[in-house]
């Protein structure tokens, strides 16, 4: 599906837009306190960067055709969906789970928004994926922030 100049422009106000969305979540983080938050959980965070290593290495992949890479998509949705009902389990968690809904929708511009329109497109290029790799990782990056900065627990031994 070729794109023209507007679609682009679009696409590229919709993804700044997401993103804004996502910084919007940190601030109300920042104005409703820590006391209102769930503390530092270091799988959480662990498993977030490990699911952004393995979501830009298979977007690499997307110049190939989607077929090829099928069962590898299907894991990886697995995968972020476990990470998302593992948040939503967490108390106290509602800005992170926000985060994880907005990186997922499919009807986004962001990893959801990606991986249907590779699937529906069959082949993407090189330059759109490159370019939504470096908005992608950013959003993985904000979730892993913000639970960077959560309390650590006093009974965390380090």
Same mark, same amino acid.
């Given at each position: 599906?070729?794109?023209? $100049?507007?679609?682009?422009? &679009? ?18 983080? #920042?104005?409703? $306190?820590? #006391? ?31 077929? =090829? @890479?099928?069962?590898?998509? &299907? @894991? =990886? ?30 009807? $986004?511009? =962001?990893? %959801? $928004? ?22 992608? %990782? &950013? #959003?993985? &990056? ?5 639970? #960077? @900065? ?9």
């Amino acid at each position: 599906m070729k794109q023209t $100049g507007c679609q682009k422009t &679009d696409i590229s106000r919709s993804v700044t837009i997401a993103l804004r969305n996502m910084c919007v979540l940190i601030l109300c983080l #920042a104005l409703v $306190g820590c #006391a209102s938050m769930a503390a530092f959980d270091s799988y959480s965070y662990s498993q977030t960067k490990a699911l952004k290593t393995e979501a830009l290495q298979l977007m690499d992949l997307a110049t190939d055709s989607f077929r =090829l @890479h099928v069962s590898k998509v &299907d @894991h =990886l949705k697995n995968k972020l969906e476990t990470s998302r009902q593992y948040e939503k389990s967490r108390r106290k968690n509602s800005i992170t789970v926000q985060q994880w809904n907005v990186l997922l929708n499919p009807d $986004g511009y =962001l990893l %959801g $928004g990606f991986l249907k329109e590779w699937e529906e497109s069959v082949t993407l290029n090189k330059t759109v994926i490159t370019e939504e790799a470096k908005i992608i %990782g &950013d #959003a993985f &990056d904000q979730i892993t922030e913000l639970e #960077a @900065h959560k309390r650590k627990s006093p009974y965390i031994v380090k």
